[in-house]
T-cell receptor, first 118, second 116 residues
């Protein structure tokens, strides 16, 4: 079945540095990908919608200059957390829609990235 | 108003028993989809079951079934014969709008604990 690969699975970085998270669709083309953030024991919160070849659409309250999203190809979207601070520590997860998905197809999720900023 | 409501922060069940996880939703769209996902402590999201708004029969996938009551706007997940490996967070989600572009709206989740 369709698989979404997210890398890295865990990352620890120092405050002030930037971290890049990759989300790849392995066997399908994804014109649209989504980035979520999840705090412990809470639900997934949509951060932004990433569209191939165009600018990402950010949800209200999400700083676009801090969370840079690049969807350069039909199989790859990246999320860069710039100048990370401890409050950015969280679980980030991406998902992707197949380009020709029907209404009955779920989104395919990556396994998530646990970011810890020290 | 919340689009997806999961009123049970946690549920406890003994192994081999059935359990129902509640989910109600709010939408004005006629066409929508309802999903259940499982999230174990490792963090990945695992798709369990899907119900379309026009599907007349309740969806079933192995031990999972979705009790879809459209008039009440509820989509409860029923897990039969619970197993220890079912212990996880469970999220109900809804998808509205054009299928090719819309994301999912998630509920807050229900933690399920299965005991021996």
């Amino acid at each position: 079945g369709a698989v979404v690969s997210q890398h890295p699975s865990r990352v620890i970085c120092k405050s002030g540095t930037s971290v890049k998270i990759e989300c790849r669709s392995l066997d399908f083309q994804a014109t649209t990908m989504f980035w979520y953030r999840q705090f412990p024991k809470q639900s997934l919160m949509l951060m932004a919608t990433s569209n191939e070849g165009s600018k990402a659409t950010y949800e209200q309250g999400v700083e676009k200059d801090k969370f840079l999203i690049n969807h350069a190809s039909l199989t790859l979207s990246t999320l860069t957390v710039t100048s990370a601070h401890p409050e950015d520590s969280s679980f980030y997860i991406c998902s992707a829609i197949e380009a020709r998905t029907s209404g009955g197809s779920p989104l395919h999720f990556g396994n998530g990235t646990r970011l810890t900023v020290t | 108003a919340q689009k997806i409501t999961q009123t049970q922060p946690g549920m406890f069940v003994q192994e081999k028993e059935a359990v129902t996880l509640d989910c109600t939703y709010d939408t004005s769209d006629q066409s929508y989809g309802l999903f259940w996902y499982k999230q174990p402590s490792s963090g990945e999201m695992i798709f369990l079951i899907y119900q379309g708004s026009y599907d007349e029969q309740n969806a079933t996938e192995g031990r999972y079934s979705l009790n879809f009551q459209k008039a009440r706007k509820s989509a409860n997940l029923v897990i039969s014969a619970s197993q220890l490996g079912d212990s996880a967070m469970y999220f109900c989600a809804m998808r509205e709008g054009p299928w090719g572009y819309s994301t999912l709206t998630f509920g807050k989740g229900t933690m399920l604990l299965v005991s021996p």
